[in-house]
């Protein structure tokens, strides 16, 4: 244990050094370096008075670490579910109360394992839900409060399967909704209780599929237009908002209007975005989204009504995109990896800073990974 946060500590102060004075702002000059390949993203999920944070190790399984206050450095250690995937996992709270832990093989099939208190790990094994599928899932609670999953089949055409029973659990076939897709899709609820499934698909535009009056009903495809970079990220504030890095390299948002075919024209934030986007919502409502940019620092903007902020650095050296959570407090908190896969977080400290970076180190030391089909701007496999 002593060693474990020796190790930790060490990564800490590895991590301090890499940090920039404060303050920095994003402007139009001084590019900096390419800034180096994207890893798979990690995940939060909020979990009691807390978070927890799961990752794709460099052995392949997912693993994970939960904030304990009784531990001397706030966290428990680093614990392996087992499993063998690809790219980033997708995390969620079934019927039962418990976590389910989503993510696509080697195979192309959909996997998944959900907590079990009764087992060794605290986690069943694995099952395989089949599929043919070329992204990393997308995972939301329906209207009947069963899982239901999406993602990219390798046809290019938008894949689901939905519990059609919770107790006990029985799983639907996969049904194929068509559509090109490009990247990995992104699920959510809209305010009138219907799914809006978003990806993005031929011209590099932003597509989206909408759940009609019944659980078996679906609107055609519909193409919002834009020139997306990364696959969009989907967030239900006081409307539906859906953010994606440009071709430009800026960071877009579009937002749903009162009516479920109302949406806005896309509004460029600027920036020198170069990942996928992350989105939390603070207390009072107003959206802040976070990439990492072109210095491979972390970034972020945020609501100031009727517009928005400068972009500002939080610095660091990162290279995934980032993982927002929110903690029982409203404040929100960032995770993302770096070179050697150690997980860094900041956490706001209202009413405008953040914290220093520190470090959760990494679940196993990284050594170079086999290139893989994985993509991490899109989500796909290749």
Do not use: C
Not at 129 to 146: C, I, K, W, Y
Not at 365 to 378: N, Q, S, W, Y
């Amino acid at each position: 244990m002593r060693s474990g946060i020796l190790r930790l500590l060490a990564t800490s102060v590895v991590l301090a050094a890499t940090l920039a004075p404060s303050g920095t702002t994003m402007a139009s000059t001084d590019r900096a370096p390419t800034p180096p390949p994207l890893a798979p993203a990690p995940t939060v999920i909020r979990v009691g008075d807390g978070l927890e944070v799961f990752v794709r190790g460099a052995d392949g399984a997912v693993w994970h670490i939960r904030k304990e206050p009784s531990s001397p450095t706030g966290w428990t250690t680093w614990r392996s579910i087992g499993g063998s995937i690809v790219g980033t996992p997708a995390v969620t709270y079934n019927a039962y109360g418990q976590l389910e832990v989503f993510a696509v093989d080697g195979t192309g099939a959909l996997v998944h394992a959900w907590e079990q208190p009764s087992a060794p790990s605290g986690w069943g094994a694995w099952e395989s839900l089949g599929g043919s599928l070329n992204s990393v899932p997308s995972v939301m609670t329906g209207e009947s409060a069963g899982l239901e999953v999406y993602a990219r089949g390798v046809d290019g055409s938008l894949r689901r399967i939905r519990q059609e029973r919770v107790y006990p659990t029985v799983w639907s076939a996969w049904q194929n909704l068509g559509g090109s897709l490009t990247s990995a899709p992104a699920a959510s609820l809209n305010w009138y209780g219907q799914t809006e499934v978003f990806a993005r698909g031929g011209g590099n535009a932003l597509w989206h599929i909408r759940q009609q009056e019944t659980s078996t009903g679906w609107s055609p495809w519909i193409n919002h237009g834009g020139t997306l970079a990364s696959y969009p990220t989907v967030v239900r504030n006081q409307s539906v908002e859906v953010y994606a890095q440009g071709q430009d390299g800026a960071l877009w948002h579009t937002t749903q209007g009162a009516a479920v075919t109302d949406w806005d024209t896309w509004n460029s934030l600027g920036g020198r975005v170069t990942s996928p986007i992350g989105v939390g919502v603070n207390p009072d409502r107003r959206s802040e989204a976070f990439a990492r940019g072109d210095d491979s620092a972390l970034w972020h903007v945020w609501q100031q009504p009727p517009t928005w902020s400068i972009w500002l650095s939080l610095h660091g050296a990162w290279v995934t995109a980032p993982a927002v959570g929110r903690n029982p407090d409203g404040t929100l908190e960032i995770f993302v990896q770096d070179a050697n896969r150690a997980v860094g977080h900041t956490r706001q400290q209202p009413p405008g800073g953040w914290t220093t970076w520190h470090s959760l180190g990494a679940p196993l030391p990284f050594a170079a990974e086999t290139p893989t089909r994985f993509d991490a701007r899109t989500g796909t496999l290749g």
